[in-house]
């Protein structure tokens, strides 16, 4: 069965950095679209960012264009999420999801998920 395992949250000062990775297994990588979400306490799971199968193309919500880099390795069956200047607004569970298909921002649309990965930035 599919699995995705998300690693590299933490506690960071803002204006620091983290690098989150998401392992997965049970699937042909390259075959999906891998997308980041988050969710704050309280708040509903919002977009963070996407790539394309061959990690050719990236999308990124608004509040983080700039700041984060999604990228892939289909070698190593890894997406990653470089986080630069980070915000205490940026304190959520960080989950990354595959879907197959077309792009897609919303939540619903990605069957497969990770168990999540906090990050909470001090101010």
């Known amino acids: 069965q599919v699995q995705l395992a998300e690693s590299g949250g933490g506690l960071v000062q803002a204006g620091g950095s983290l690098r989150l990775s998401c392992a997965a297994s049970?699937?042909?990588?390259?075959?999906?679209?891998m997308g980041w979400f988050r969710q704050a306490p309280g708040k509903e799971r919002e977009f963070v960012a996407n790539?394309?199968?061959?990690?050719?193309?990236?999308y990124y919500a608004d509040s983080v264009k700039g700041r984060f880099t999604i990228s892939r390795d289909n070698a190593k069956n890894t997406v990653y999420l470089q986080m630069n200047s980070l915000k205490p607004d940026d304190t959520a569970v960080y989950y990354c999801a595959a879907r197959l298909g077309f792009y897609s921002h919303s939540p619903a649309n990605y069957p497969y998920w990770g168990q999540g990965t906090p990050v909470t930035v001090s101010s």
């Open positions: 790539i394309n199968r061959s990690g050719s193309s990236t």
């Open positions: 049970g699937l042909t990588f390259s075959d999906f679209i």
